[in-house]
Nanobody, 120 residues
Framework: QVQFMESGGGLVQPGGSLRLSCEVS???????VGWYRQAPGKERELVAR???????EYADSVKGRFTVSRDDRKNTMSLQMNLLKPEDTAVYYC???????????????WGPGTQVTVSS
């Protein structure tokens, strides 16, 4: 079915920026998509979501710093990350976002993710 391949991670200093990309194999249809992250010792969390109608939602921890986008024609999505903080360090994944506000859940099949490390 739908598969995801993340890229663009790396090592950046606090206050720096990164742009993550996600290539999607398959049709997203009317599905919302988003970016998840998981840091060592922490549960996976949804940090950004964008619907097929391009409405966007963000976790409070990244609001104002991250911007999610999607291009269904190119089968890609991205996450622009600015003013990065050490607490943003995590493996970032893209995936389908099912459900509705407060009750979101991901698709069953994950890509490899891309490591983002924010450190001086």
């Amino acid at each position: 079915q739908v598969q995801f391949m993340e890229s663009g991670g790396g090592l950046v200093q606090p206050g720096g920026s990164l742009r993550l990309s996600c290539e999607v194999s398959g049709s997203l249809g009317y599905n919302a998509v988003g970016w998840y992250r998981q840091a060592p010792g922490k549960e996976r969390e949804l940090v950004a979501r964008i619907s097929s109608g391009l409405s966007m939602e963000y976790a409070d921890s990244v609001k104002g710093r991250f911007t999610v986008s999607r291009d269904d024609r190119k089968n890609t999505m991205s996450l622009q990350m600015n003013l990065l903080k050490p607490e943003d360090t995590a493996v970032y994944y893209c995936n389908i976002v099912y459900g509705y506000t407060g009750y979101y859940y991901p698709g069953d099949y994950w890509g490899p993710g891309t490591q983002v490390t924010v450190s001086s």
